[in-house]
C-alpha cells in the first residue's frame, strides 16, 4: 500500500502562486508515476499534470499548461505541484495520486490506485 499526503492549499488572489506538495509513504518504490487531479464544487475531477518517474516526463491538462510545474522529489518520495497565475477558476480541492502500472493514460483516473485525501485550493478575484 501507499499512502499519500498532499499539503500546501490555502486562499490566494487571482495571480497568485502556491506550491503544493504530496508526501508519500508506504511501498512507493511499486509505484510508476504520480499525478495531481482536481475537483470544483459540483464539477468532475478532473486532470491537471502527471509525472513519470523513471522518464520525468510531465504531461498537463490544457488548463494548467503554462502555469503549473509538477515535479518530484525521489529522495523525499514527495510531489509538488507549483501553480502560478492562479485564476478563480482553479478553486477547487486537489489530490495527488500515484498509478502502480505503466500506461500512456496518465490523464485518466482509473489509472491512478493510491489517493491522497485532498487539499483545497481557493482563489478569490
Known amino acids: 500500500q501507499v499512502q499519500l499526503v498532499e499539503s500546501g492549499g490555502g486562499l490566494v488572489q487571482a495571480g497568485g502562486s502556491l506550491r503544493l506538495s504530496c508526501a508519500a509513504s508506504?511501498?512507493?518504490?511499486?509505484?510508476?508515476?504520480g499525478g495531481w487531479f482536481r475537483q470544483a464544487p459540483g464539477k468532475e475531477r478532473e486532470f491537471v499534470a502527471a509525472?513519470?518517474?523513471?522518464?520525468?516526463?510531465?504531461v498537463y491538462a490544457d488548463s494548467a499548461r503554462g502555469r503549473f510545474t509538477i515535479s518530484g522529489d525521489n529522495a523525499k518520495n514527495t510531489v509538488y505541484l507549483q501553480m502560478n497565475s492562479l485564476k478563480p477558476e482553479d478553486t477547487a480541492v486537489y489530490y495527488c495520486?500515484?498509478?502502480?502500472?505503466?500506461?500512456?493514460?496518465?490523464?485518466?483516473?482509473?489509472?491512478?490506485?493510491?489517493w491522497g485525501q485532498g487539499t483545497q485550493v481557493t482563489v478569490s478575484s
Open positions: 509525472i513519470s518517474w523513471s522518464t520525468g516526463n510531465a
Open positions: 508506504g511501498r512507493t518504490f511499486s509505484t510508476y508515476g
Open positions: 495520486a500515484a498509478r502502480s502500472r505503466q500506461t500512456i493514460r496518465v490523464y485518466s483516473i482509473p489509472s491512478y490506485d493510491y
